[in-house]
């Protein structure tokens, strides 16, 4: 039975399910020309020239026609081929930045290596989308024919420091034939003074986008306003060129009798024209028209159906159809005319009017949009609506509803930015929060807050179910340490078995759950013949994330192998890497323990160098964050190493046993069979250790490259430096590196000073 403080707001918060990119069709479009444009010439040939630098910096305050200028530039049948994104406070989130990116590029004739464009970014959590997404697409863009520019309009939406190192990747790789455009209200976090030191930036600024006196001339005709040389001088030295300003004084001036005498009677620093000029629009409309602007301008995007809802109404539609015929600071997102958005400086005047005209009413039209946004499967903005309407705890079990769909799509970030946004008050009230809070921490690897709030969560009782479906907060804990067993294997598999026991429904994603954990913890305990039950039920579950499908084939593949079955070893190890390329996971750590099964199977049926490969990818995959438990690193150091010392690379072997041993370090109880596992491949380390008195010694010139492979010079570099021809030199480091066991230069270079040979 539900008790009152289980109840959910929205009824079934996880029904219907998220959709993880709800405007991304609006998002990829720039806007269409429209007859009223001034011709801004000058500024088209400006762009014609910035070209030739491989960045364009757009950069001015709100209401400076960024936009609209590069809209104009790329509007013509001539132009290179261009993949529009614009931003949002969204895309602070580096999978949905990269995704709208990749799809906006695949749409201008980028091809990508994948059917479905937006899955080459992989879920993860941490900083890692330069090394494992951006080279892919980097390599599509130099494979264009033509020019291709690709504009991200409304940069200044993006701040995170993550997403600023990506940027500045993809411009450190962009071939000749591309072209970056940031249109942005501030300058970015990027190294600007780098590029501009290296040529490599073209930067059009506030001045260059102020308006002439015969662009505002022209402006002024289009709405058939006259005034006199003089009076458009003075309009203009009141406005600075401020096109927006410019735009709303049109809009003033439109059939006053005496304009001339208006401009003249105008006057304010143009900080204050927008506010002025705007009040000057609203007054001129019906009561009915500046109810729903004011209104609607809470909306960072709507439709007639929000806004109905939000209103309380049923009139919206028309009211946006004549706005939108009217030009007044609506923008459609969309060909289908479905989805708007205001100018950004109208809407934060409108919002400004709502405010202090009805200030108690703010807070019901973020809740009244928050209901329409959950109804319709928008979580993302559903999440910011009730926070503006200062409904945290709903807003804490939206969160808690779908943190799992959002990170087994690759938004993690997203999860984490929601739960900043509830900050600590909400997460030290909220059961739910804090589960949520448990699990991201858990994911990301910060075992500091996670043991702070599985504390907290001890004594909440029995809370439940919660809105992810899990059956209690008793239940969520338990799979929590069984998922991820940072207390060592024994609690790991305590909390597994308890976990199952009180996850019982098979058509949640919570009984997979629950399942992969008890069939990992008996792996650990060296129980196989008990393990391959619960992973089997977790692998077959129509209700299992993807990376939870993923978990289970690969544990069960090393099941397998233990029992001699390398077949079926084979097979699901295969499986793991179909879930992986199918879910868009390959860049994901939590789903890199395919690669360690893969390779083990490749190993086993005698294709070690393929498996070396194979195993190498998964390895650098997990290099690249420390989002990620501790179990897997150990499972493919210990896969790894085996396959290390199969191949005769026993240094490398070494190495890799070393840095497992400071992993499997910090546990002592029920760590037997681990400890085995290692010790075997240690004996064939042992078995293989005198055959190292025979290795071959290195030649003098061998030595020579070896000596200079310490520093920074390239084969190259090191050929002219020898006076030896490029081959030769490759020659003598690949002799190197298979004397010394080495798979790479810096191992190389380890080995032989270990060694004292340099």
Not at 70 to 95: E, K, M
Not at 281 to 294: A, G, K, M, W
Not at 437 to 445: D, H, I, P, Q, Y
């Amino acid at each position: 039975m539900t008790t009152s403080r289980e109840r959910q707001p929205f009824g079934d918060l996880a029904a219907p399910a998220p959709s993880v990119d709800q405007f991304i069709e609006a998002k990829l479009h720039r806007p269409r020309r429209r007859e009223s444009w001034v011709h801004r010439d000058r500024l088209v040939e400006a762009l014609d020239r910035a070209v030739s630098h491989p960045v364009t910096l757009v950069a001015a305050p709100a209401g400076y026609g960024k936009t609209t200028a590069l809209a104009q530039w790329l509007d013509r049948p001539d132009g290179p081929a261009t993949a529009w994104v614009s931003l949002d406070p969204g895309d602070n989130d580096p999978d949905r930045l990269w995704s709208h990116v990749v799809v906006a590029l695949e749409r201008a004739g980028c091809v990508l290596p994948v059917s479905e464009p937006a899955r080459v970014v992989g879920a993860t959590t941490g900083a890692s989308t330069p090394r494992a997404v951006l080279p892919a697409l980097l390599n599509a863009l130099a494979a264009v024919p033509d020019d291709i520019v690709l504009v991200l309009d409304d940069f200044h939406f993006v701040q995170s420091p993550a997403c600023h190192e990506q940027v500045q990747f993809l411009i450190a790789g962009l071939p000749a034939q591309a072209h970056l455009v940031i249109a942005t209200r501030s300058d970015p976090g990027l190294r600007l003074g780098r590029l501009r030191a290296s040529s490599d930036l073209a930067e059009i600024r506030a001045g260059d986008l102020s308006f002439t006196s015969a662009e505002a001339t022209e402006l002024l005709a289009n709405d058939d306003v006259r005034l006199h040389e003089a009076t458009i001088s003075q309009l203009m030295e009141r406005t600075e060129g401020w096109p927006a300003g410019l735009y709303l004084a049109t809009l003033s001036l439109a059939g006053r009798p005496d304009p001339d005498e208006f401009v003249r009677r105008f006057s304010g620093g143009n900080r204050f024209i927008g506010d002025y000029l705007t009040e000057e629009v609203l007054s001129r409309h019906p009561d009915r028209v500046r109810e729903f602007i004011t209104m609607a301008s809470i909306l960072d995007r709507f439709n007639a159906s929000l806004c109905d809802h939000v209103r309380g109404a049923t009139d919206s539609a028309a009211i946006i159809h004549d706005l939108a015929r009217s030009n007044l600071f609506v923008v459609p997102l969309d060909e289908e005319r479905e989805w708007f958005r205001f100018h950004h400086l109208f809407a934060a005047v409108a919002r400004s009017e709502l405010e202090l005209a009805h200030p108690d009413h703010v807070r019901t039209l973020h809740a009244r949009a928050a209901e329409w946004f959950v109804s319709h499967g928008h979580t993302d903005e559903a999440i910011q609506h009730l926070l503006s309407a200062d409904r945290t705890d709903e807003a804490a079990l939206l969160v808690q509803a779908n943190w799992l769909t959002y990170v087994d799509a690759g938004r993690g970030a997203t999860v984490l930015g929601w739960l900043d946004s509830l900050g600590s008050p909400a997460a030290s009230t909220s059961p739910a929060a804090r589960v949520t809070t448990a699990w991201m921490a858990a994911l990301v690897g910060n075992e500091a807050v996670l043991a702070d709030q599985l504390e907290a969560l001890a004594d909440v009782g029995d809370y439940g179910p919660l809105p992810d479906g899990s059956r209690s907060v008793e239940s969520a804990v338990a799979m929590i340490r069984g998922v991820f067993g940072y207390g060592g294997p024994l609690d790991t598999l305590a909390a597994a078995r308890r976990a199952v026991e009180l996850e019982t429904d098979s058509q949640s994603p919570q009984y997979a759950i629950a399942h992969v954990s008890l069939g990992h913890a008996l792996y650990l305990m060296g129980e196989l013949d008990e393990a391959i039950i619960p992973l089997r039920v977790a692998s077959r579950s129509d209700r299992a994330p993807g990376v939870v499908r993923v978990l289970s084939l690969s544990v069960e593949s090393f099941v397998e192998t233990a029992r001699g079955d390398q077949v079926r070893a084979r097979d699901c190890a295969e499986l793991a890497m179909d879930v992986v390329d199918a879910h868009g996971l390959r860049a994901s750590p939590h789903a890199s323990l395919a690669f360690t099964a893969l390779g083990q199977a490749q190993a086993a049926a005698g294709k070690v160098d393929d498996a070396l490969e194979t195993l190498e990818v998964g390895l650098a995959i997990r290099r690249q964050t420390t989002a990620q438990g501790v179990w897997g690193p150990i499972h493919h150091l210990l896969v790894m190493a085996r396959v290390a010392a199969q191949a005769g690379r026993r240094a490398w072997a070494r190495e890799l046993l070393a840095e497992l041993s400071t992993l499997t370090g910090r546990y002592s109880d029920g760590m037997s069979v681990m400890h085995a596992r290692v010790a075997e491949v240690q004996r064939l380390l042992s078995d293989g250790a005198a055959d190292e008195s025979f290795e071959e010694p290195l030649t003098s010139r061998e030595l020579d490259v070896l000596r200079l492979l310490q520093g920074d010079l390239v084969l190259n570099e090191i050929a002219e430096e020898l006076y030896l021809s490029s081959n030769t030199v490759k020659t003598h480091a690949r002799a190197v590196y298979r004397k010394l066991g080495a798979h790479s230069r810096a191992e190389a270079v380890r080995i032989a000073r270990r060694q004292s040979l340099i």
